[in-house]
């Protein structure tokens, strides 16, 4: 296996939150940096799926693929009534 490359980063972090981490390092036999490398890659993973799915509703924004606001506030307001409306496209 080859093995990457690596940089330290150091944070401060509040103590509950530092607690928490040798807490959970402990519990799972693992490393305090271990368990803040899978965090800070979970972060960055979904950080980067939301900016995707940002930019994916910017561009239907720009094609015009919108929902009028009042269609969706009329569905809505319906989805607490005997007769709910069927979801705005």
Not at 25 to 31: D, Q, V, Y
């Amino acid at each position: 296996m080859t093995q990457l490359e690596t940089r330290t980063l150091m944070a401060n972090v509040p103590m509950p939150l530092a607690e928490k981490v040798d807490q959970l390092a402990e519990r799972l036999e693992r490393s305090p940096g271990w368990i803040v490398k899978q965090a800070l890659s979970a972060w960055i993973d979904q950080e980067e799926e939301r900016e995707r799915l940002t930019r994916e509703a910017l561009a239907d924004v720009d094609a015009g693929h919108v929902i009028d606001h009042q269609a969706v506030q009329a569905w809505a307001d319906s989805l607490d009534t005997d007769h709910p409306l069927p979801a705005p496209r």
